[in-house]
């Protein structure tokens, strides 16, 4: 979501701010039309745009960044601070969209350390602004991991619906079955039809109640439940479709469904 997942408050706080825009979790994203991407990020006056993937050990773009930022620092006007070395750089973006892993990826990469920020497949993780963590000596950067922050006025219900399929909304507020039927559209759509191998469908389906049945017999989340007859009390086997669609979203956001750009 490289247009979607940008908060528009960003852009009034950053005016006068050297700011880097980085599109992570690149190993999960359909690049194709990223030329296109950054030709409609070049038209909103963004220029500085790296795609990384911060769970690769050894990703170049995640090597490009502390360049990059030197090179715009050094650029801007540093309100007479030129004799001070040391850079403290704030990483701000919507919730859950690999903040906190940027910055363990650089500790990894230029000082050979672990973990200094909780990570996680939710948003919520980081909840206050931390202290600085340093992540380079030469030069001497620190970085303030920040909590996610949403645009209280999102766009429109599409983008809305994008930015709860990639987790930066709690599931639970838009509903498990609302967003797997966004997903299900989506894949289709885009003709990504990984999920009907992944899940043995035997081919594509565009409706979601076929497809969750299905999902929840095949992963074995069904229950027993009562049903009147003239009879008597029959119990009946369904399908578990909360737990269905719960598998489905999050099989996307590991990338087992196939690599996807909503925007």
């Known amino acids: 979501i ?5 908060n528009p408050v960003f852009k009034e706080t950053l005016g006068v701010r050297p700011h880097l825009l980085v599109l992570n ?36 773009h995640v090597k490009k960044i502390v360049p990059i930022v030197t090179d715009l620092i050094q650029k ?30 650089m500790r990894r990469m230029y000082l050979r350390k672990g973990k200094a920020s909780r990570v996680g497949g939710a948003p919520g993780i980081t909840r206050a602004v931390l202290t600085k963590i340093q992540v380079c ?53 885009h003709q990504k039809f990984d999920y009907v191998e992944h899940y043995q469908l035997g081919e594509p389906c565009d409706d979601l109640q076929t497809v969750l049945k299905k999902i929840a017999v095949k992963l074995g989340k069904t229950q027993k439940i009562k049903a009147l007859t003239g009879v008597g009390d029959v119990k009946v086997l369904m399908p578990n479709y909360s737990a269905a669609a719960y598998d489905f979203i999050r099989m996307f956001r590991k990338g087992e469904l196939g690599k996807v750009m909503l925007d």
């Not at 490289?2 to 940008?6: A, D, E, I, N, V």
């Not at 030329?35 to 050990?57: A, H, P, S, Y």
């Not at 801007?76 to 990826?105: F, Q």
């Open 76 to 105: 801007s006007d540093r309100y007479h601070r030129t004799e001070n070395v040391e850079y403290c750089l704030m990483v701000i973006g919507v919730p859950n969209v690999g903040k906190s892993s940027l910055i363990n990826a």
């Open 137 to 189: 000596e030469r030069p001497m950067i620190y970085l303030l991991d920040t909590p996610g922050v949403l645009s209280p006025h999102i766009e429109s219900v599409e983008v809305g619906l994008k930015l709860a399929l990639c987790g930066t909304i709690l599931d639970h507020l838009v509903g498990e079955e609302t967003i797997a039927d966004y997903l299900l559209f989506t894949l289709n759509k």
């Open 25 to 60: 979790k690149m190993d999960i994203a359909d690049l194709t039309n990223k030329q296109r991407v950054l030709k409609e990020l070049d038209e909103k006056g963004i220029r500085n745009v790296l795609f990384t993937d911060c769970f690769r050990d050894k990703d170049v």
């Open 2 to 6: 490289p247009l979607s997942g940008r």
